[in-house]
């Protein structure tokens, strides 16, 4: 990688470990929770452009990915601090920016997926609209799990990994989702379609995982706030 890329890495790597201190200090578990997450993914995205950057072409693809994710999780760590509550903005920029990452990656691998034959009968002009209803579908999918988070926390009385505000900021996170998705399918971002291309086999068998992972995640997640609702009522 190219020094600035390193310098650039090491900065938003050490803004997230004062993330975590500045958690720690609050004794902010969920900020923690988060922080260290985030960081963890920077460092797999790392171990990835490690391992495989020889066989990539261009230095463009090996510095997005990880300055990508790094910035992503930074954002999030930040307003799980305070700034999603302090800065009315910050929630739709890091929804934004998320998903912008989720919805290049998507669009690169049902590119190739598609062009492989690894997603059924999809036609390559339909992986645009394939790649938005994927993206807003795992947004949902998100937002369910901050529904769970919080029903687990009052009914166990802990405080919640994910915080959830409402449904006008579920309306308004899912809008911004769309936001992010639209201008990377918008601007045909193919960034990512080379790291994909090395393995269109798995690329397509991890979509179809992911989508039933969605799915079925989003339905059984459905349930169970809607047994532990009636419960509450009886």
Do not use: K, Q
């Amino acid at each position: 990688m190219a020094t600035f890329t390193l310098v650039a890495l090491a900065v938003l790597f050490v803004a997230l470990g004062g993330c975590t201190v500045v958690a720690v200090r609050r004794w902010n578990v969920a900020a923690v929770v988060n922080t260290l997450a985030a960081s963890a993914v920077v460092v797999l995205s790392l171990v990835l452009v490690a391992e495989t950057e020889s066989a990539w072409t261009g230095g463009l693809v090996t510095t997005a990915l990880p300055l990508w994710v790094a910035v992503a999780g930074i954002l999030h760590s930040i307003g799980m601090l305070g700034w999603y509550e302090s800065v009315w903005w910050w929630d739709h920029l890091t929804h934004t920016v998320s998903a912008a990452l989720l919805t290049a990656l998507v669009y690169a691998s049902l590119i190739v997926a598609v062009d492989a034959g690894a997603v059924g009968a999809l036609a390559p002009s339909a992986v645009p609209f394939a790649t938005l209803a994927f993206v807003l579908l795992v947004g949902v999918f998100w937002e369910l799990i901050e529904l769970l988070a919080r029903a687990v926390g009052e009914r166990y009385d802990i405080e919640p990994v994910l915080v959830h505000y409402g449904w006008r900021d579920t309306a308004f996170d899912l809008c911004f989702d769309l936001v992010g998705a639209v201008v990377i399918v918008a601007l045909d971002v193919r960034l990512f379609v080379g790291i994909a291309a090395r393995f269109p086999a798995l690329t397509g068998t991890a979509l179809n995982w992911a989508g039933g992972l969605v799915a079925v995640g989003s339905i059984i997640i459905v349930l169970v706030l809607g047994v532990s609702e009636h419960h509450d009522a009886w």
